[in-house]
């Protein structure tokens, strides 16, 4: 699989898409809006089925609880699915990738 992603945050004209293209169909979606629909498209871009659904007021609170609750003694320890070792990963890989930008 190949993946191309480009992000401007300082384009001149706001836009928020994200298409992941398949064979035969391809999804459409906002990247940074997760209250729009997902379009599932065909081969020529017509719409087949779209799919709206409500978010939670704060997206992450789901994980935000469970980590929550494992601080306080609520629920056993290790039962949250966030670990330090998960955010020293993700920085070095964030880093790693960004070195030959920031150097």
């Known amino acids: 699989?190949?993946?191309?992603?480009?992000?401007d945050f300082s384009a001149s004209k706001?836009?928020?898409e994200l298409v992941i293209t398949g064979p035969n169909r391809?999804?459409?979606?906002?990247?940074?809006?997760?209250?729009?629909?997902?379009?599932?498209l065909d081969a020529d871009g017509k719409i087949l089925q779209e799919i709206s659904f409500e978010t939670p007021?704060?997206?992450?609170?789901?994980?935000?609880?469970?980590?929550?609750?494992?601080?306080?003694g609520v629920?056993?320890?290790e039962s949250s699915p966030s670990r330090g070792n998960n955010a020293v990963r993700t920085s070095r890989v964030l880093d790693a990738?960004?070195?030959?930008?920031y150097g």
Request: hydrophobic share 45%; charged share 10%; glycine share 0%.
């Open 26 to 40: 391809s999804l459409r979606m906002a990247a940074m809006s997760p209250s729009l629909p997902i379009f599932v």
């Open 75 to 77: 629920t056993p320890k």
């Open 57 to 72: 007021q704060h997206v992450a609170q789901a994980l935000i609880q469970t980590v929550t609750n494992e601080l306080l």
């Open 14 to 16: 706001s836009f928020d």
């Open 1 to 7: 699989a190949t993946v191309e992603c480009t992000w």
């Open 97 to 101: 990738a960004l070195d030959s930008y």
